[in-house]
């Protein structure tokens, strides 16, 4: 294993035990809930010295579970107060995970807050949300466009991405056709960003998961943008499972975008950081590309 500190570019915290073994329904493979204290132990395990939080809201879940509760036969006037009562209190939901995420941050200097955001804020709401959390402490946007069911060039994020920009933010974006399996209409597509990564080019990218099932179209995207970069989480495995890539697949990509451009992240607690670093250790790497993935590449696009 390296005998440097090693950065985990996405992990996924929660609270309490029960609301992270609720949000890995059975999916996760580390055996951990995704608490703090959890986490905390583990990284002086495995010589991790910065994780970076990239929890998200699932907006657009939350609000379409609240409208199917409602009765069937609700007045057009009165569905549309209810739907705009059902957003507020999942924006709402969203605000306060972001300042938690943050708290814990400022709690745990090392972990790294980044927040979530969605349209349907608005762009002013958009704004405010990214400057207060700057001033609590948030480096980066966690976006999960499949989940989330928004394309990210939409235009309402132009104004939070240009002061995300100003204020020296990074983006982390689910993203892969084989990562989520309910979005046929692939909102998360690599060519989707290439506005994003155009009008913004002094804010770092990162596709998670290594955008694996979409290779093609994110590396003709990465030659394109030089803002754009990869993360390893739930690719490169360190324990077996369906959607883990070979360590073929691992070096084709690594070699096609260059080791310059690849963070390594677990995506924990669904995957288990040791095991993982572990994994892209016995990769064929070289000692300064390790180097590369394992701290320095996010230090550059982190601001460390």
């Not at 029960?18 to 493979?29: C, E, K, T, V």
């Not at 883990?244 to 070096?251: R, T």
Request: with cysteine.
């Amino acid at each position: 294993m390296p005998d440097y500190p090693i950065i985990d570019a996405h992990v996924h915290t929660f609270p309490r035990p029960d609301i992270g073994w609720q949000a890995q329904s059975g999916a996760g493979l580390s055996g951990h809930a995704g608490t703090i204290e959890e986490l905390v132990p583990l990284m002086r395990e495995g010589n991790i010295s910065h994780a970076v939080m990239v929890n998200m809201t699932p907006v657009f879940e939350m609000k379409e579970a609240a409208l199917r509760r409602q009765p069937p036969d609700l007045s057009p006037i009165k569905l549309e107060r209810v739907e705009a009562e059902i957003i507020r209190e999942v924006l709402g939901r969203l605000q306060r995970r972001n300042a938690w995420t943050c708290e814990v941050a400022r709690d745990n200097p090392g972990l790294i807050a980044f927040i979530s955001l969605d349209p349907i804020m608005g762009e002013d709401a958009l704004v405010a949300e990214v400057e207060e959390r700057a001033r609590e402490g948030a480096r980066g946007i966690k976006l999960h466009p499949a989940n989330q069911r928004f394309y990210p060039n939409d235009r309402r994020f132009w104004p939070a991405y240009a002061r995300a920009q100003e204020l020296g933010m990074s983006i982390v974006t689910h993203s892969g056709a084989l990562a989520l399996l309910d979005d046929p209409e692939h909102h998360d597509h690599p060519h989707n960003f290439r506005d994003v990564l155009r009008d913004f080019p002094r804010m770092s990218l990162v596709f998670a998961h290594m955008c694996r099932g979409f290779w093609d179209e994110v590396a003709e995207v990465m030659q394109a943008f030089p803002n754009a970069y990869l993360d390893t989480s739930g690719a490169i495995s360190g324990i077996p499972n369906p959607f883990a890539i070979s360590d073929e697949e691992a070096m084709t990509m690594i070699r096609r975008v260059g080791p310059d451009r690849v963070l390594f992240a677990s995506d924990w607690p669904w995957h288990h950081p040791i095991k993982d670093s572990a994994r892209v250790d016995r990769l064929p790497l070289t000692a300064e590309e390790k180097r590369l993935i394992f701290c320095e590449n996010a230090k550059r696009v982190l601001g460390l």
